[in-house]
């Protein structure tokens, strides 16, 4: 059973960055597809980005062009640096690891592991 404990959260004004990072108990990232998920209160989660296997991404269009999804193989973390924070934004930040199915990165992705306790990201004046 793979364990990913997220962290870098925080409060932040409007238009500033945070990069977050997720680690895993196991060397599970250069084998598997990673996502960054997040969780407003009394909201579903939401897929927000993805890293193939290979490293490409792909971004939920309300991030794309602010936040970045990396990976560091090495170091069995992937990090999701975000800019230009909107209050929005606001929200419980989970990572995980799954397959894609179909021809959507992002509708397609179906996360496998178990989730982690999630790092909070409060974006406010």
């Known amino acids: 059973q793979v364990q990913l404990v997220e962290s870098g959260g925080g409060l932040v004004q409007p238009g500033g960055s945070l990069r977050l990072s997720c680690a895993a108990s196991?060397?599970?990232?250069?084998?598997?597809?990673m996502a960054w998920y997040r969780q407003a209160p009394g909201n579903q989660r939401e897929l927000v980005a993805t890293?193939?296997?290979?490293?490409?991404?792909n971004y939920v269009d309300s991030v794309k062009g602010r936040f970045t999804i990396s990976k560091d193989n090495a170091e069995n973390t992937v990090y999701l640096q975000m800019n230009s924070l909107k209050p929005e934004d606001t929200a419980g930040y989970y990572c995980?690891?799954?397959?894609?199915?179909?021809?959507?990165?992002?509708?397609?992705?179906?996360?496998?592991?178990?989730w982690g306790q999630g790092t909070l990201v409060t974006v406010s004046s």
């Open positions: 995980n690891w799954g397959i894609v199915g179909g021809k959507d990165p992002l509708n397609g992705f179906r996360p496998l592991g178990a």
């Open positions: 196991g060397k599970i990232f250069s084998n598997n597809n």
């Open positions: 890293i193939t296997r290979g490293g490409s991404t």
